[in-house]
């Protein structure tokens, strides 16, 4: 349901608003609020934060809906705002969408024209919140988070998630392409980055595809993690087609001799999900540690070439899902005990 405030001294508005979207009103498309000047409207959105957009006069006692454009634009500015006035010259548009009118409807109102402009608006609206949840999602853009960013985004529930510090369950998967840093010795810069590239796109799209997000690219190795429901069976999906697609790339196309390869860990379990970085220098990761994501990486360096390892834990969970091979007992760094390790065959 689009939640709307209609800002307008004129009473009768309130009551034509009604009139025409009682179908829309009755079957909880639209709810409206309603307030008499721009000082009542910015009460009625701190009492309704759940309000999506606004339709607004510009000539108002106390405060003008010119006015109000302005604080909205400085304290609600994904609240978008549509101005409806008689007054429908240039100067008053031009000023108007200056403020950040998303759109201008003149009086006397065509009510057809008002709800296909509000079903726009709310369609704008949804793209901005869309952008908004794939940069939440998108981890990697947060390590650019500092306070102009944060005030840039301007909702506060916004920047509390990125602020959070959290245990969660996920999976974490570590993709390391073999070999290839005896080519970053020898080829040169330009071949070096531009195939590094070319085969992280690879990784990159089958990671999204099934589910994941990219937390870091850590040399020539990729860090992903999954969440949410199956996280485990998906992170060891993904790693089955990156293998193949890895696998299946030709000999470097830029002339160099080599095959590429990749060779996977991945472990599940609860890890801590939060901001790590130096405040002082503004650089933020958003990033999960623990010895879950430690134990993912230690499981790759232990895993050879077109190898995907998991641990036994890992093989309980999804041994009736995956065919699996017993690899045995290998020892990980900084683990007093060796740990028996499964490949992931298909």
Do not use: W
């Amino acid at each position: 349901m689009t939640k709307v405030l209609v800002v307008d001294d004129e009473t009768d508005l309130e009551i034509l608003i009604k009139q025409k979207f009682r179908r829309s009103i009755r079957e909880n498309k639209y709810a409206f609020e309603f307030a008499l000047n721009g000082f009542e409207a910015l009460k009625k959105i701190e009492e309704n934060p759940d309000i999506d957009f606004v339709l607004s006069d510009i000539n108002m006692p106390e405060m003008d809906g010119l006015t109000l454009l302005t604080k909205l634009h400085e304290n609600h500015p994904l609240i978008k705002a549509v101005i409806i006035s008689a007054y429908g010259d240039m100067q008053n548009i031009r000023v108007a969408m200056n403020r950040g009118a998303f759109d201008f409807i003149t009086k006397p109102i065509n009510f057809d024209d008002l709800s296909l402009t509000m079903e726009k608006t709310m369609s704008h609206i949804d793209e901005i919140r869309k952008t908004l949840k794939a940069v939440k999602e998108n981890n990697i853009l947060r390590m650019y988070v500092d306070e102009n960013v944060l005030n840039f985004m301007g909702n506060r529930e916004y920047e509390a998630s990125l602020t959070a510090n959290e245990n969660i369950e996920a999976t974490i998967v570590f993709i390391d392409i073999c070999g290839f840093t005896k080519i970053s010795e020898t080829a040169p810069a330009e071949t070096v980055v531009n195939l590094l590239n070319h085969y992280f796109d690879v990784i990159v799209t089958e990671i999204i595809e099934h589910g994941g997000y990219i937390d870091k690219f850590i040399g020539d190795a990729v860090m992903a993690v999954f969440k949410g429901e199956f996280h485990l069976d998906k992170a060891i999906e993904a790693s089955l087609a990156v293998r193949t697609k890895i696998e299946a790339l030709p000999t470097s196309p830029e002339g160099i001799d080599f095959s590429p390869k990749v060779s996977i860990g991945i472990n599940t379990g609860e890890m801590i999900s939060g901001n790590i970085g130096s405040a002082s220098l503004k650089r933020l990761d958003y990033t999960v540690i623990g010895d879950t994501v430690n134990t993912a990486q230690r499981l790759e360096s232990a895993a050879q070439p077109n190898q995907i390892l998991i641990n036994e834990a890992s093989y309980q969970k999804v041994k009736d899902s995956f065919n699996c091979k017993k690899v045995g007992e290998v020892s990980l760094k900084n683990k007093a005990l060796p740990a028996t390790v499964y490949e992931v065959l298909d």
